[in-house]
């Protein structure tokens, strides 16, 4: 029988890892293992094996199935605030200039330039587009007569997780929509 698992090398064959309460350990970025990892954890027994891939790996003395999701046997309490990151931020602001709206040639903006005082911090930084940044130069949004659709804010991690599900990754496996997915509207 042929399965399109079954020709997929073992590198292409990450495991979603879901918290001990079957949630995903994180949306944005997506909580992946490589394979080595997640069979490591199945054999430390730190994790439950949920879904697998048909593929398989072969010691001398054993085979496995190549897990798809794994949950966790310890729970993980996720921190409450993300860090700042350029992606965090992209994230926060879902990839838009916060001038425009466009998505292309993102950078990031200080609302209140540096040159004045400005600081560096989530309240502060806003994405913008290159032509954007660049027309604003060293003024304040109100000085270059440029409002921000949103005014930037500090962001929780569900607050980022929820703007994440917006943007899915490139490859997700079958096994692994019920656990992503679960909470959204279903088709009549």
């Known amino acids: 029988m042929y399965h399109p698992d079954l020709i997929r090398h073992p590198d292409s064959c990450p495991a ?5 309460d079957y949630t995903p350990l994180s949306y944005y970025p997506l909580s992946v293992w490589p394979w080595q990892t997640a069979v490591k954890a199945v054999f430390l027994d730190r994790v439950d094996i949920v879904s697998h891939y048909e593929r398989e790996v072969r010691s001398p003395t054993a085979r496995l199935k190549l897990p798809s999701v794994i949950a ?6 996720p921190s409450q605030f993300p860090a700042f990151t350029r992606f965090n931020l992209f994230l926060r602001d879902r990839f838009a200039c916060q001038y425009c709206g466009s998505h292309s040639d993102l950078t990031f903006d200080h609302v209140v330039p540096r040159a004045q005082g400005g600081r560096t911090t989530w309240e502060n930084v806003a994405t913008a587009c290159a032509p954007c940044n660049l027309r604003k130069g060293g003024r304040t949004p109100a000085q270059a007569r440029m409002p921000l659709h949103v005014q930037p804010i500090r962001p929780t991690n569900w607050f980022l997780q929820e703007h994440g599900r917006r943007f899915p990754p490139n490859y997700l496996h079958e096994t692994w929509h019920d656990w992503l997915y679960w909470d959204v509207e279903l088709e009549a």
């Open 16 to 20: 979603l890892v879901l918290n001990a």
């Open 72 to 77: 966790l046997k310890q729970y993980v309490k």
